[in-house]
């Protein structure tokens, strides 16, 4: 597989509402590789389609420790959200910046597998964080229309972590 640019902040196409996919076949099949590919170099724990400039309604996630986990979603849709969450959040087509952001803390997600096939995906907490933020990419939204506050600068979280120890 290979790696994609991804396209940051600022870029028209992470403005725009991507396509849904209506068949898999070996280029998307290639496209998803090369998204997880592209997630775990950058150390992300989600990518949308439209990060890496293509504007179709695909998403891959993976919260697991060991980045062995990953969850693909093609034409997902939120069915189901509760409680909340609040805390930083970051997104790599907003290098180095953080921000807080308020999201479920439980999300329940529609969408087709890699074999067209209808799936649930649920999750709480960093994983109903993830299934959030990344079906806004494929709406055209980014966190930071989120952000309570202002975004900062990671190397102040860094900061304060080695303040507190």
Not at 29 to 55: K, N
Not at 68 to 88: A, F, M, R
């Amino acid at each position: 597989m290979a790696l994609r640019n991804i396209r940051e902040m600022g870029d028209p196409v992470l403005e725009k509402r991507a396509k849904p996919v209506k068949e898999v076949n070996e280029k998307t099949r290639i496209l998803i590789g090369d998204m997880l590919d592209t997630m775990y170099e950058a150390c992300g724990v989600g990518l949308a389609a439209p990060q890496i400039g293509i504007l179709k309604r695909i998403v891959v996630i993976d919260v697991s420790q060991e980045g062995d986990s990953p969850v693909i979603l093609i034409n997902p849709e939120v069915i189901e959200t509760s409680g909340e969450q609040t805390g930083y959040e970051g997104c790599l087509s907003v290098p180095g910046k953080s921000g807080i952001v308020t999201r479920p803390n439980y999300a329940k997600v529609k969408a087709l597998n890699e074999n067209m096939e209808e799936i649930i995906v649920e999750g709480e907490g960093l994983m109903a964080r993830a299934l959030c933020h990344e079906t806004d990419h494929l709406d055209g939204h980014l966190y930071v229309e989120r952000v309570e506050g202002d975004l900062i600068d990671n190397s102040q979280l860094q900061d304060a972590g080695d303040e507190e120890e």
